[in-house]
């Protein structure tokens, strides 16, 4: 493929607008058409970010056959469904975290993934995000040995708003969501598989129907723990800190930012990919694209992470199961 892949971004809410920032950067990508309901909403974005099209009808937009590949940046429970609409459309997708709710649903895409061949990747920025790169890196080098990854994922969610603070349509969860991150981050980071996972929940909200505050534990096969705490109640700094305990440091990764365990900044500029974790992921989905190869992050590559939060989700509602 010499031409650049022609993208449509499916979702206009916040993250619909970083990948639109990101995807600004890529020479060997043009988004062509954004897609959102309502039509306003897609128009809005697509305005401000100077895509030439707006749509509120994703099928149609599937029909089309100047469309290379789709960003899935909408709410969690239409991923997997969408995913595969893409997929059966011939198209390449890239989905965002989660990339369902469901083991059933994660497994259903894994599969018609591999049966048309597409690249079909999801979106853990954690393993883009030079922060964690650079500690990569070093475990891949031997030069660290994980101990135990500390994480604390702390948002204020006790009315159902978005990242923006504006009404949402669908709620949010902590596990299959948010947990999502570091149950693949400690897989990447270890070359391991999860072999022992537990978890407890906080009584569930009255109004939206979910637990408000998780804990996790995790053990790999080598032995490296994780120890996940998750709130919606936390009213002070928002977002994840993870903090590395190695055998030849400690370290606490900020997003895209790196601190030694004393609070000192680490230079990540001779780390090999952008300093913008979802620049870097919108990267390599391109690039596995025109290379005619799997991603980082390909639903094969997660797909087992996806496993321990169905173990997980298990514990938490044993009659399901």
Not at 17 to 37: F, M, N, P, R, Y
Request: net charge negative.
């Amino acid at each position: 493929m010499t031409a650049p892949v022609r993208i449509a971004l499916v979702g206009a809410g916040a993250f619909g607008a970083k990948h639109l920032d990101a995807l600004s950067a890529i020479e060997d990508a043009v988004v062509d058409t954004v897609v959102s309901l309502p039509l306003e909403q897609a128009e809005k974005l697509a305005g401000r970010h100077g895509v030439a099209r707006a749509d509120s009808d994703l099928h149609q937009v599937l029909a089309r056959d100047d469309i290379d590949a789709v960003i899935l940046a909408t709410p969690t429970p239409l991923h997997a469904q969408q995913a595969l609409a893409v997929l059966r459309a011939g198209k390449h997708v890239e989905v965002e975290i989660p990339l369902a709710d469901s083991w059933a649903d994660a497994e259903l895409v894994a599969r018609v993934a591999e049966q048309t061949g597409l690249v079909c990747m999801v979106g853990h920025t954690r393993r883009f995000n030079p922060s964690h790169r650079w500690v990569h890196d070093r475990i891949r080098r031997g030069e660290l040995s994980l101990q135990q990854l500390d994480v604390q994922t702390y948002f204020l969610r006790r009315t159902n708003i978005n990242a923006l603070g504006e009404p949402r349509s669908w709620t949010d969860h902590l596990l299959w969501h948010h947990a999502a991150h570091t149950v693949d981050l400690l897989r990447y980071q270890t070359g391991e598989e999860v072999v022992a996972a537990n978890i407890l929940a906080a009584p569930t909200h009255p109004e939206l129907g979910i637990a408000m505050d998780m804990s996790v534990q995790l053990r790999t096969s080598g032995g490296a723990l994780c120890t996940l705490s998750l709130s919606f109640n936390n009213d002070g700094p928002l977002g994840s800190v993870f903090r590395y305990i190695g055998d030849t440091g400690t370290y606490l990764a900020r997003y895209d930012d790196l601190f030694t365990g004393h609070d000192e900044p680490v230079d990540l500029s001779a780390v090999p990919v952008p300093q913008n974790g979802i620049e870097g992921q919108d990267r390599e989905f391109v690039a596995a694209i025109r290379e005619g190869r799997e991603p980082e992050s390909s639903v094969r590559a997660v797909l087992p992470s996806y496993r321990v939060l169905a173990d997980l989700d298990a514990q938490l509602h044993p009659t399901r199961s």
